[in-house]
């Protein structure tokens, strides 16, 4: 394969549009030990100056595994909480966060190689710039196969054992040895996709001339050509797809019934259990009228039996909903939930505003690639922008002041966690018809805990990607500028030559402009880039959907979720954990 500073030099100068450009100005070649002594130098210089952006990142690392240990803590069941499956979904989540804060981190370091005015940095040399890339590329190889394992591992074998455990109480191999049986189906899965990734030819199609099409595959060409990168490329997109139809099915409805559930809050405690003391007597005097019927001995009918059976199941649940709405009524929480009232509206407002300005960018990148992409088989990958969007035009300028923009990824990120949360816990999870478990603050069993954990992890992987559709030129490119020759002429004669910088876009040199590795990761097979195209549109129109449904919604019970009818009298004492 051509080396990477002869593929550099083949692409200097054929812009998009043919058009030359100003060869960079090298650096004399040193030899021998003046070689060394000067690669040496230069590391030293670009560590000391990059040690920042790693150190927030080991910050976040830090602030990832507090918020995973609260969140998850928060949601999992007091009465059957289990050691194992709260330590398997601490840490597959704080896995998923973890990558996706290396993507600031990646486009903070191409970005800082370069100057403001388009040159390279004196350390940023070719064999420094690669060093720099191949540490967030090996940053990604171990995070990624570490969620490979979490999915197709170490998530099923727990839910199963669990599973097990609960059917069968004999003894722990037992367990174990069912538990391995049925996950190893899923390592299958994972082995199959492996092989597929590395052996089967899956390249971008041939058949496009044009200077950008092969200046998109000489950007692949860099990133690497070995079978295990293939293998793992394909096997995190085909992840990432599943992430996107977790994505389109809760964070697009999360979106709208989160911002729409704060403004228009929930019902009164002390109204609805108004309600509930007449509903409670209602049913009273029916089971009444229906057993006054035996009272001269004649037995009941089968079909008032039913009835009674099912009017005592109702009567208890009315029973558990008047004792949690008595708490909650009587809770410090709801009074200080209520003297906050303003400032919900306010938060309210505000994430419908985000949602809106993420739809619109959304939208705007996606009729990007629409009209100037070149097609369904290159997976509509488009170098650089042309319809801009205020995402793409806000993040770049942030990310000139680090950590502005780590800030607003972070932001983004958690935003997608939580409208996520919000579509679970309104929709519960559900395979097709068939609902499996209900996401409960305190009440949530440990199977459903790995699957909500799971169901997440998978929507932070698409997370990359849609941070991608929102500010394309930021993934790609971050802040970097390169030089463009600009020539002064007086009555149709060169006068002077000057250089102006540019901001790096796909009419830029190849060697001037250094690509994430996330964006390589992305779009290394062009069919998972048509998918996520077309999966950002379904994401839009659930999203709209989702508002129209949310808007005529009325208010929430202030109990919403908390009592069903095939919960237990025991269940009143976890709700004492948050209402007392």
């Known amino acids: 394969m051509t080396s990477r500073p002869a593929a550099r030099r083949a692409v200097v100068g054929v812009g998009l549009h043919g058009g030359a450009a100003p060869a960079p100005v090298k650096n004399p070649r040193l030899g021998g030990a003046g070689t060394l002594l000067l690669t040496g130098a230069k590391m030293a210089a670009a560590a000391s100056d990059l040690l ?50 290396l993507l600031p981190v990646d486009i903070f370091l191409v970005s800082y190689m370069k100057n403001q005015n388009g040159t390279f940095k004196d350390w940023a040399d070719a064999n420094v710039s690669r060093q720099i890339e191949d540490t967030v590329l090996y940053g990604y190889y171990t ?12 998530i099923p074998f727990v839910y199963f054992y669990y599973e097990e455990k609960e059917e069968d109480d004999g003894n722990t191999c037992s367990q174990v040895k069912t538990a391995l049986k049925y996950t190893l189906g899923f390592i299958t899965i994972c082995a199959v996709l492996l092989l597929i990734g590395a052996f089967v030819p899956l390249n971008i199609p041939n058949k496009k001339n044009s200077t950008e099409w092969e200046k998109v595959k000489l950007l692949f060409e860099e990133f690497g050509s070995s079978h295990g990168l293939t293998a793992l490329s394909f096997s995190i997109s085909s992840l990432t797809v599943i992430g996107m139809l977790a994505a389109i099915t809760y ?117 990007d690639k629409a009209l100037h992409s070149a097609g369904f088989d290159s997976g509509f990958i488009i170098l650089g922008t042309n319809l801009t969007n205020p995402l793409n035009m806000l993040l770049p300028v942030l990310q000139t002041v680090f950590p502005l923009d780590y800030i607003l990824i972070t932001t983004i990120v958690m935003y997608f966690i939580f409208t996520s949360m919000a579509g679970i816990r309104n929709m ?69 030559v000057t250089f102006v910088s540019k901001e790096c876009d796909a009419d830029a040199p190849e060697d001037e402009c250094i690509v994430t590795r996330t964006y390589l990761f992305l779009h290394k097979f062009w069919f998972f880039s048509a998918a996520y195209y077309f999966g950002n549109w379904a994401f839009i129109a659930v999203f709209l959907i989702g508002l129209i449904v949310s808007c005529c919604k009325g208010k929430k019970s202030v109990i919403e979720g908390e009592v069903d009818e095939d919960d237990s009298d025991m269940s009143d004492d976890e709700l004492s954990v948050y209402y007392r």
């Open 251 to 367: 964070t697009a409805y999360g979106m709208s019934a989160l911002p729409l559930n704060l403004i228009k809050g929930t019902t009164s405690a002390a109204y609805e259990r108004l309600e509930n003391t007449e509903d409670i007597e209602e049913v009273e005097q029916h089971l009444l009228r229906i057993k006054s019927k035996c009272r001269d001995g004649r037995p009941l009918s089968s079909r008032d039996r039913r009835t009674v059976q099912q009017l005592e199941e109702r009567l208890r649940t009315l029973r558990r909903r008047e004792r949690h709405l008595e708490s909650i009524e009587k809770s410090w929480w709801t009074k200080f939930c209520e003297a906050i009232r303003p400032l919900k509206i306010v938060w309210g407002v505000f994430f419908i505003i985000v949602a809106l300005l993420f739809t619109v960018s959304l939208f705007l990148s996606n009729l």
């Open 143 to 154: 995070l990624y196969s570490i969620i490979l394992f979490c999915v197709f591992l170490w």
């Open 428 to 496: 519960g999870i559900w395979f097709f018809w068939i609902r499996l478990y209900k996401i409960r603050r305190g009440k949530t069993r440990p199977q459903a805990l790995l699957f909500l954990c799971m169901i997440l992890l998978l929507i932070v992987l698409h997370t990359s990607y849609m941070i991608y559709s929102l500010a394309p030129q930021y993934v790609m490119y971050g802040s970097q500028k390169y030089l463009v020759q600009s020539n002064k002429t007086t009555d149709g004669q060169p006068r002077n």
């Open 52 to 101: 920042t952006g790693w150190c927030l990142f080991g910050l976040a690392l830090l602030a990832i595994l507090i918020f995973c240990w609260v969140y998850v803590r928060k949601y999992q069941s007091r009465r059957e909480s289990e050691v194992i499956s709260t330590i398997t979904a601490i840490f597959a989540l704080a896995v998923a966060l973890i990558s996706s804060a």
